[in-house]
């Protein structure tokens, strides 16, 4: 297989991979992007660009707690206004049918659903009924998050993930919300990546609600996989017709070096990343080595938990983002040696394709009951400025093409996948770093809630268009 996966676009059409709008997206006529049915969207979520944290009976979530706290959030940035999407949904959803898209990847906030005893909030389901009712006019295939990070913060008052009642909480909150908008949804993802919401929340506080303890982290996975896996069956049953899956992120590591140890030290770091998901969902155990990593951190795994939690999914969704250089940290682990001279974004994050490409195939081979797969997210960030209503983000074009040739070439060899959704539709609140770091194809000027299309929105919408023009 060919090792770089930008290859396969740039001898076609050199000028593309600069990000010139007179070059049009072409994929090879034998590519699966053509194919009318692979669904290219793009994708949001709730607390990243609602605003509106206290309106119409909105709780607090664990991120408005979070970001309140000084040195949290770069420059004390929070969630309270983010894109005033609550306010501007329909001009929002006006933007996006007119690039073309096809699908829309967003989450529901659920402190803005229920109250702290499990009553129904009115006002704020009638929101997400509207946005979803308008989709569905505009022909939009609507990917719903449940769970998108923002916990009520009354629920984390209790223990949050680390407390197991926080699972049937959220099966219940499932539950109401595949009655409330059955019909209205095609897909539903129980979790937005678990392993951050662990990792980054319970393990190193980086994120939301801010603990450090390598056993939190384990135990808060355990309950975030149990949550996944008592609301599928409820989803099931309140909404038949729709597919039901979870969203994983996953990470390519590689050694920094031929030496067994390196080796080694980049399996561990694909089992602590993407096994350590995958394995409890498709093969209804943990890893075996990953608790060798880290003796002691087992979670409590009570009786029929992992026949719960392996409950059979119609659908994978993957974020991809980047890949890891590691070595041998001399003991059991690995230690990340980042690589010098190599292309990377506004986060300092490796731009490398093929590790896109290199995890699908590897997943193919290592779980053979693999659903059909979703690309929920792919992206990156860069420093973008509006001249002259313009905003030229040649890097993300370059960065987009060549990470749909990776996913061709997956499909190509085998792996069964039917989208790709941007990350992300518009600039937004990017967590820990606030508004600084700008992810969307569409440009948000903060002080004004302008919107400007990047050139990357135009250019996919470019494509979309021809691809119409083609059926
Ligand atoms: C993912 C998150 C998403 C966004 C991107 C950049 O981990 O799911 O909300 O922040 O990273």
């Known amino acids: 297989m060919a090792n770089d996966a930008s290859a396969v676009f740039?001898?076609?059409?050199?000028?593309?991979?600069?990000?010139?709008?007179?070059?049009?997206?072409?994929?090879?006529?034998?590519?699966?992007?053509?194919?009318?049915?692979?669904?290219?969207?793009?994708?949001t979520a709730s607390y990243q660009i609602e605003g509106a944290v206290d309106e119409d009976g909105r709780l607090p979530s664990i991120w408005d707690t979070f970001s309140a706290k000084?040195?949290?959030?770069?420059?004390?940035?929070?969630?309270?206004?983010?894109?005033d999407h609550y306010h501007r949904w329909e001009a929002d959803i006006e933007m996006l049918a007119s690039l073309g898209l096809e699908g829309y990847r967003l989450s529901i906030a659920w402190p803005r659903v229920m109250d702290a005893a499990g009553v129904p909030n009115r006002k704020g389901l009638d929101f997400y009924?509207?946005?979803?009712?308008?989709?569905?006019?505009?022909?939009?295939?609507?990917?719903?998050?449940?769970?998108?990070?923002?916990?009520p913060q009354h629920l984390e008052d209790r223990g949050g993930w680390l407390n197991r009642d926080t699972a049937y909480r959220f099966a219940d909150y499932a539950d109401l919300m595949s009655r409330e908008l059955a019909g209205t949804v095609d897909a539903w993802a129980t979790l937005n990546e678990p392993w951050c919401s662990a990792y980054l929340g319970y393990g190193n506080g980086h994120h939301a609600p801010g603990l450090a303890n390598d056993r939190f982290a384990t135990q808060a996975m355990h309950h975030l996989l149990l949550a996944h896996g008592l609301a599928v069956p409820v989803l099931r049953v309140n909404d038949p017709a729709s597919q039901k899956g979870i969203v994983a992120n996953i990470g390519r590591g590689t050694p920094n070096?031929?030496?067994?140890?390196?080796?080694?030290?980049?399996?561990?770091?694909?089992?602590?990343?993407?096994?350590?998901?995958?394995?409890p969902l498709l093969k209804g155990a943990y890893p075996q080595d990953l608790f060798e990593l880290w003796p002691g951190t087992e979670p409590?795994?009570?009786?029929?938990?992992?026949?719960?939690?392996s409950a059979p999914l119609d659908f994978l969704g993957i974020n991809y983002y980047f890949r890891t250089n590691v070595a041998s940290d001399g003991a059991h682990g690995f230690r990340d040696v980042p690589l010098e001279g190599v292309e990377r974004t506004q986060m300092g994050w490796e731009v490398y394709p093929d590790g896109l490409r290199d995890l699908l195939t590897g997943f193919k081979k290592t779980y053979h009951n693999l659903p059909p797969i979703y690309i929920t997210e792919n992206g990156m960030a860069s420093d973008d400025q509006v001249t002259d209503g313009h905003v030229d983000d040649t890097q993300r074009i370059s960065f987009l093409k060549r990470h749909l040739a990776a996913v061709d070439q997956a499909i190509k060899a085998g792996v069964d996948i039917?989208?790709?959704?941007?990350?992300?539709?518009?600039?937004?609140?990017?967590?820990?770093?606030?508004?600084?770091?700008?992810?969307?194809?569409?440009?948000?000027?903060?002080?004004?809630?302008?919107?400007?299309?990047?050139?990357?929105?135009?250019?996919?919408?470019?494509?979309?268009?021809?691809?119409?023009?083609?059926?």
Not at 17 to 34: E, I, N, Q, R, V
Not at 257 to 276: I, M, T, Y
């Open 10 to 43: 740039d001898t076609l059409s050199p000028a593309v991979s600069k990000g010139s709008l007179a070059d049009p997206f072409t994929p090879p006529a034998d590519s699966a992007l053509w194919r009318k049915n692979f669904l290219l969207g793009a994708a």
């Open 70 to 83: 000084p040195g949290k959030v770069l420059a004390g940035d929070t969630g309270a206004v983010a894109c």
């Open 129 to 151: 009924k509207r946005l979803l009712n308008r989709l569905k006019e505009k022909g939009i295939t609507t990917f719903v998050t449940l769970y998108h990070w923002d916990l």
């Open 257 to 279: 070096s031929d030496s067994a140890a390196d080796q080694r030290a980049a399996h561990l770091f694909e089992v602590q990343h993407n096994a350590w998901i995958l394995d």
């Open 300 to 309: 409590l795994v009570l009786d029929g938990d992992m026949e719960t939690i």
């Open 418 to 471: 039917r989208g790709y959704f941007l990350w992300s539709l518009m600039d937004n609140f990017e967590w820990a770093f606030g508004y600084e770091r700008r992810f969307g194809v569409v440009h948000v000027d903060y002080s004004t809630q302008k919107r400007t299309v990047k050139r990357s929105a135009e250019w996919v919408a470019k494509f979309l268009k021809e691809r119409k023009a083609r059926a």
